[in-house]
């Protein structure tokens, strides 16, 4: 490790002509963009160029680990990947936890920049100095569980990590994913499409060297003070998804295609069913005491899950359960399991599934149109089918791959209506019309709908210990859509952003105040709280820029229609999102940001952020 913190280097590997470089930023780098996001878009902004095919060659993956990643504090295992978006055509990011990302940091490297396009299937080896671009024509083609058991028995080295894409990668599936380790997933906007038009199967690292830390004391008392906090933490015993009839009886909880209503049958298919009926027990990310992953078995008929994969989180739950009127939790557990065999996201895939069966049910798909499948909600034994001829591009599945938002434009007859997505991207698990704080990040986010950097207004109590500036939050019901509500959401959304940049895991508890000082422990920069929120809104600021150089406007800052109206049933009977006070809530949002009224950044939000240099990039 050539400095305390991070190593100061990115391997850079261009799959087309086999070079690989390593490049060292200067000094003023990281205090700028931290890591993670913030690396990432720098550098989507700065070398891809304008209206790119994003499965082309001019597209670059990058992996970039946040500025704590694989260091000795509690929950530092996230890393986070990057490319514009297949799905969305927009900036495209994701995270994923476990080990893969503290390897990386252990073989020295802060991020690996990939451009090109091999000629033939390949993965990457990295080992500490050494990196190699070795033959995949075996594995090309195996699902993802499959090809890790390759490298087991055919790999000399022990003790790697590995990030696969499945056969949906391989075959371009704007919802494909990278899947490290088996069960912890890189898993919106397409990525693994991305790597999959590379030709590359996998990234696998292992890494000899510990980095090191500029105050170990301080990291030590700092990992006593989240050990005291952290045993009240709600993952421990169920993960995510425990909450599950609290979420249906506040209405929290996506019911058909997020219509709304009830589903009284929730208890069959929350985490605590999951472990109840097939849990073997919990398992963790790096230096995690929390342990929030569930590990199954299920070897009953009529569907026996392998359980290498791991169990469902909460999203996956909903996305295939009460989104889609299914109380069968043996078939959820599966679709869970197909998706991670073929590297496809849980949420996105879901998402399309209910948006097919809406289709359906209105006479938009016909019988004939959907391989004779009876695509009616609640029909688990069609979702399971669909979902695997997703994943295969196979029959309607391979209109369906496309996401929701393509799907519905090839079908037509106002199909779109049907599609909940914002830019592309299908919404998470977390009803808009009770969350409208998150409604309006839903919006305006870059990526497109986004919950993981978003406050969950109906959660906000358990979040404001970690943000002590925002008391006001106390005061404000989850369906207010203020100005203050806003100011929220700004000031709220800065530290939600954080981890994605500094690579530690969200339900860890650090408040803002810990996280710099764990900056400072590491660094030892001088860090304070206004340094860290400056650096995250410029990782915003980029990603805004980046998304109207590709041509997106205000306009695509928009909610489906379907939130403006309210269910006729259910706890949220009544309740909606109202236009006018959406649009108000956006520009004022614009205004919090430093952007105009069409959502550009102004000259003066740049020159405050240190962004002067992209002025260019807003010009067409």
Request: aromatic share 8%.
């Amino acid at each position: 490790m050539s400095s305390f913190g991070y190593s100061a280097k990115l391997l850079r590997v261009n799959l087309a002509t086999g070079n690989i470089s390593i490049e060292k930023p200067d000094e003023t780098y990281y205090p700028r963009y931290l890591g993670g996001r913030g690396i990432i878009m720098h550098t989507l902004l700065t070398e891809i160029p304008a209206h790119a095919d994003p499965l082309g060659p001019e597209n670059k993956l990058i992996f970039a680990l946040g500025l704590l990643t694989g260091h000795d504090l509690i929950g530092t295992g996230r890393c986070s990947a990057g490319a514009k978006s297949p799905l969305t055509g927009a900036c495209g990011e994701s995270e994923a936890g476990g080990m893969w990302g503290v390897e990386l940091r252990r073989a020295d490297y802060d991020a690996i920049i990939i451009e090109g396009q091999s000629r033939k299937p390949v993965y990457l080896w990295i080992h500490d100095d050494t990196v190699e671009i070795r033959d995949a024509a075996k594995i090309w083609g195996a699902e993802v569980g499959d090809a890790m058991e390759w490298f087991q028995h055919d790999l000399a080295e022990k003790k790697y990590r590995t990030a696969l894409i499945g056969p949906s990668g391989e075959n371009g599936v704007p919802l494909a994913n990278i899947i490290a380790d088996c069960r912890h997933v890189f898993g919106r906007c397409g990525l693994g499409a991305v790597m999959g038009s590379k030709r590359l199967k996998g990234v696998v690292v292992k890494g000899s060297q510990r980095p090191t830390a500029a105050d170990t004391e301080k990291i030590r008392a700092l990992n006593r003070l989240m050990k005291a906090k952290y045993k009240n933490s709600p993952f421990r015993q169920y993960g995510t998804g425990g909450a599950m009839d609290a979420f249906e009886a506040a209405g929290n909880l996506p019911i058909r295609n997020y219509a709304g209503g009830k589903f009284p049958q929730v208890d069959k298919i929350s985490a605590v069913a999951v472990m109840r009926e097939f849990g073997t027990g919990m398992e963790g990310c790096f230096n995690c005491p929390i342990k929030c992953k569930k590990k199954i078995c299920v070897d009953d008929a009529p569907w026996h899950i392998d359980s290498m994969y791991g169990g469902p989180e909460y999203e996956t739950l909903v996305s295939f359960g009460s989104n889609l009127v299914i109380d069968d939790l043996q078939a959820i557990c599966k679709a869970h399991e197909i998706c991670n065999r073929y590297g496809i996201d849980t949420i996105s895939t879901g998402a399309t599934v209910a948006f097919a069966m809406e289709c359906f049910e209105n006479g938009l798909l016909s019988p004939a149109e959907t391989d004779g499948m009876q695509l009616n909600f609640g029909n688990s034994t069609a979702m399971l089918t669909l979902v695997e001829k997703i994943a295969r591009r196979e029959g309607i599945g391979d209109l369906l791959a496309n996401g929701s938002k393509k799907a519905a434009e090839i079908i037509g007859k106002n199909a779109i209506q049907y599609a909940m997505q914002v830019k592309g991207l299908e919404l998470p698990y977390h009803t808009p019309r009770l969350n409208q704080g998150l409604s309006l990040h839903y919006s305006v986010h870059a990526v497109g709908a986004d919950h993981v950097t978003g406050p969950i207004d109906y959660m906000l109590p358990s979040l404001m210990d970690n943000w002590e500036r925002i008391h006001l939050a106390q005061e404000l019901a989850p369906t207010e859509l203020s100005p203050r509500k806003v100011r929220m959401v700004y000031e709220l959304g800065l530290y939600k952003e954080m981890p994605n940049h500094l690579g530690v895991c969200s339900f860890v508890p650090w408040n803002i105040t810990e996280l710099r000082d764990a900056v400072e422990a590491v660094t030892g920069w001088p860090a304070t709280t206004w340094k860290l929120m400056k650096a995250v809104e410029r990782g915003m600021t980029l990603m805004r820029i980046f998304n109207l150089r590709e041509g997106f406007t205000r306009d695509d800052d928009r909610l489906p229609e379907r939130f403006h109206t309210a269910p006729a049933e259910g706890p949220l009977k009544d309740i909606r999102i109202d236009p006018a006070a959406h649009k108000e809530a956006v520009e004022i949002y614009y205004q919090l940001l430093g952007w105009d009224c069409n959502g550009v950044p102004t000259r003066a939000c740049l020159t405050a952020l240190d962004l002067e240099w992209a002025i260019p990039y807003l010009k067409p």
